[in-house]
């Protein structure tokens, strides 16, 4: 059931996002050479266009906002309209997409092209739809052979709930280091508008798993609280029918959960309350929602078996852990209750709140010897998951940020399961944050700041103005919903590289 007190908080904190108008840089033409490239061309105000013919503008960097445009005519009066089809793209390489040939799973309407007839030139206009983009491919479909177009002006309105003003640019020492924050910032910046989106391309919409990263870098980055506990007490406000917090929210044209519940993003409401809490010291706010928080754990109970292990399931991200359909969950499940549990503990310690502290405790150790006695396998030397006993990446990350193994044994389990060749592998920033994290927390700095430099400095050598959705080095064209052309190259849960560069790598820290 709504909370409309916790609605109403988190309402009258949001903001609408500041404009900002950007200028076009450059008029391209794309090339390729192993990769795609640009190298400019003609001005586009000196371009006449007939049928078939059009012309790319880039705007130098990824933006977000509202494109706008000036069209006249060179010849004789229009006697007919120009159609004229607009591709946005976040990518060189999605210019080169046939929209048409796209038959994955999910929606073709997230294609970024629109089509217009301009009936009366000269002409300004402003598409009315939001788009995510660094490169415009304007296309002349048809006109009359009595006269051409000419693109005179090409704009964008930019928005963002990002203060620029607030954000620091440190000098880590290292270039690529440098870059990296820099475009890591800028993914952060694009993906904050009303809300903390999880990508301004798709799906446009406050998801939590991505939350609880955008929360951490936010507040080394642009430090917008005001957002995060907007967004914390949107996911408390809006529970679904059985009192589970939301996978993700809609804010328009009035706010509402979806109907998408995965076990581990219910359980991630608790880290980003205590995270909001040590940052603020809002001791009303997490006393308030406390009761919220609790609850997931309540929920999360009831899927434990007689032998406390997460029931493993068949439906399809029933827990999300990472965006592959190999992965089996299970393992990642129970590490993610048990590091939920741990958090939830500390809360419960900060409140006084002794009878659940009591309760929590008991439960954590009951399902950390579940953890150890029946997903162990000794001999693999690892945690494994489901009934096929699949090792992976992911189970061992978990289990590490769920305290079931610890010190020295943690770091020669990574180091062991990363060395076979039949463990899965992750394939998205998100779990690579995750496992950033597990790395920290066993002291493991050095190999920490090599996966940076590799997996994010991957995609910066692909040409990355901001960080993707799906990564997977040895398959970079990869795509969970069968075609690249909706993946999104501008996405929240990718932005960890500011958090970490800045909270563990600045300059004599």
């Not at 000036?70 to 004789?76: D, E, R």
């Not at 946005?88 to 929209?99: K, V």
């Not at 660094?134 to 000419?150: A, C, T």
Request: glycine residues 4%; contains cysteine.
């Amino acid at each position: 059931m709504k909370n409309e007190n916790f609605l109403k908080k988190a309402l009258d904190l949001l903001k609408p996002p500041t404009k900002t108008y950007v200028e076009v840089a450059k008029t391209i033409e794309i090339k390729k050479k192993n990769q795609y490239y640009a190298v400019p061309t003609t001005d586009y105000d000196r371009r006449r266009l007939k049928k078939g013919d059009s012309l790319i503008v880039d705007f130098g960097n990824h933006e977000v906002g509202y494109a706008d445009f000036k069209f006249n005519y060179v010849g004789s009066h229009p006697d007919a309209p120009a159609w004229v089809r607009f591709h946005f793209a976040e990518t060189l390489q999605e210019l080169f997409e046939n929209p048409d040939e796209y038959h994955g799973w999910i929606s073709s309407s997230w294609v970024e092209t629109e089509q217009i007839h301009i009936d009366v030139l000269p002409v300004e206009m402003k598409l009315p739809r939001r788009y995510a983009f660094r490169y415009i491919k304007i296309e002349v479909i048809d006109i009359s052979s009595k006269y051409d177009l000419v693109v005179e002006h090409v704009g964008c309105t930019a928005v963002s709930g990002a203060d620029d003003t607030k954000l620091k640019h440190y000098d880590f020492g290292d270039a690529q280091l440098n870059h990296l924050d820099e475009i890591a910032c800028r993914t952060l910046h694009n993906c904050m508008q009303t809300v903390f989106e999880d990508g301004p391309k798709r799906d446009r919409r406050l998801w939590i798993g991505d939350l609880r990263i955008q929360a951490l870098a936010n507040d080394l980055t642009y430090d917008n609280a005001d957002m995060v506990k907007a967004c914390i007490y949107l996911f408390a406000a809006l529970p679904m029918p059985d009192e589970r917090v939301g996978a993700c929210l809609f804010l328009d044209p009035v706010p509402e959960v979806d109907d998408v519940r995965m076990y581990d993003y219910s359980l991630f409401f608790i880290p980003i309350l205590w995270n909001y809490y040590e940052k603020t010291k809002d001791i009303e706010m997490l006393r308030e929602l406390w009761p919220v928080a609790y609850k997931q754990i309540t929920i999360a109970k009831k899927e434990l078996g007689n032998d406390m292990l997460v029931q493993d399931s068949d439906e399809l991200n029933w827990c999300f852990v990472d965006w592959t359909l190999n992965l089996n969950k299970q393992a990642s499940a129970q590490g993610i209750l048990l590091y939920a549990l741990s958090v939830a503990i500390h809360i419960a310690q900060e409140l006084g709140d002794v009878m659940k502290e009591e309760k929590l405790a008991e439960l954590y150790m009951e399902c950390r010897q579940a953890a150890n006695n029946k997903l162990w396998d000794e001999k693999k030397k690892c945690y494994v998951s489901g009934k096929d006993k699949q090792v992976s990446i992911a189970s061992q990350v978990w289990m590490i940020l769920g305290e079931a193994i610890g010190g020295d044994a943690a770091i020669e389990l990574l180091e062991r399961v990363e060395a076979m060749d039949a463990a899965e592998e992750m394939v998205t920033p998100y779990m690579y944050h995750n496992y950033l994290d597990a790395l920290m927390l066993l002291g493991q700095k050095e190999k920490a700041l090599e996966v940076i430099r590799s997996y994010w400095g991957g995609m910066e050598a692909l040409g990355a103005d901001t960080f993707w959705e799906l990564y997977n080095p040895k398959k970079p064209d990869e795509s969970p919903y069968g075609g690249t052309i909706v993946n999104s190259y501008c996405h929240a849960w990718s932005c960890g590289p500011a958090y970490f560069l800045r909270k563990y790598f600045m300059p004599n820290v």
